[in-house]
């Protein structure tokens, strides 16, 4: 099992870009979540999805985040347009339902210049 | 709602020392329990875990017991290591937060030789 993966591990962008960072849950985990880590605010959820469909995106800070789970084996999580206090890691993870903890990946930090 | 506290860090410890990270929780019927660490420049890993009151949860020299009367799940090692420096997340996954971990804000401990 490669666990959770995530893509790219680091990006630098210019401010008003868009970014789009990608996840891999693990093959049978029906809940996947997006986490943002900063100094300031600690881990911070985003949003989660439940077999696909999100049910959560009360964290999400702006219409300027946005993200999707076209499959059972893919998310993505876009921010358009950046913005330099949009810098911070963005993790992802899955779970299966019941009482099992996540499985976190290694980060994507993404830095806005 | 449910929510978990933890003792605020940082933690310095001397090598071979004992450590003790103080976690207490606020849940409605019988949250599952964990210990997450988070090593520099990483994602998050699942420690240990317990699911029901009594329960002790063990991994790599930690252990922590779901004690239901005091609403707590401390975590303790007996000899800590400077391998060991890392921040420390307490989290809970109840019964009717549909797969939702709820974390602690982290305590970072530092263990100098």
């Known amino acids: 099992d490669a666990g959770v993966i995530q893509s790219p591990r680091h990006e630098v962008t210019e401010m008003g870009q868009e970014v789009t960072l990608r996840c891999k849950p693990i093959?049978?985990?029906?809940?996947l979540f997006w986490y943002r880590q900063t100094m300031m605010r600690g881990l911070e959820l985003l949003i989660y999805?439940?077999?696909?469909?999100?049910?959560?995106d009360s964290g999400m800070p702006e219409d300027r985040f946005s993200a999707k789970m076209p499959n059972a084996s893919f998310s993505t999580l876009k921010i358009q347009p950046s913005e330099p206090r949009d810098s911070a890691v963005y993790f992802c993870?899955?779970?299966?339902?019941?009482?099992?903890?996540?499985?976190f990946g290694s980060g994507t930090r993404l830095t806005v210049v | 709602g449910d929510s978990v506290t933890q003792m605020e860090g940082p933690v310095t410890l001397s090598e071979e020392a004992f450590l003790t990270i103080n976690c207490t929780y606020t849940?409605?019927?019988?949250?599952?329990l964990f210990w997450y660490v988070q090593y520099p420049g990483e994602g998050l890993q699942l420690l240990l875990k317990?699911?029901?009151?009594?329960d002790k949860g063990s991994n790599k020299g930690f252990e922590a017991t779901y004690r239901k009367e005091t609403t707590s799940f401390h975590l303790e090692k007996g000899s800590v290591q400077v391998s060991d420096s890392a921040v420390y997340f307490c989290?809970?996954?109840?019964?009717?937060?549909?797969?939702?971990?709820?974390f602690g804000q982290g305590t970072e401990l530092s263990v100098k030789p």
């Open positions: 317990a699911t029901k009151a009594d």
């Open positions: 993870a899955s779970t299966p339902a019941g009482i099992y903890g996540y499985t």
């Open positions: 093959s049978g985990h029906d809940y």
């Open positions: 999805f439940n077999n696909n469909v999100p049910i959560d």
């Open positions: 989290a809970l996954k109840g019964g009717n937060q549909g797969g939702k971990l709820i």
């Open positions: 849940a409605t019927g019988y949250p599952s």
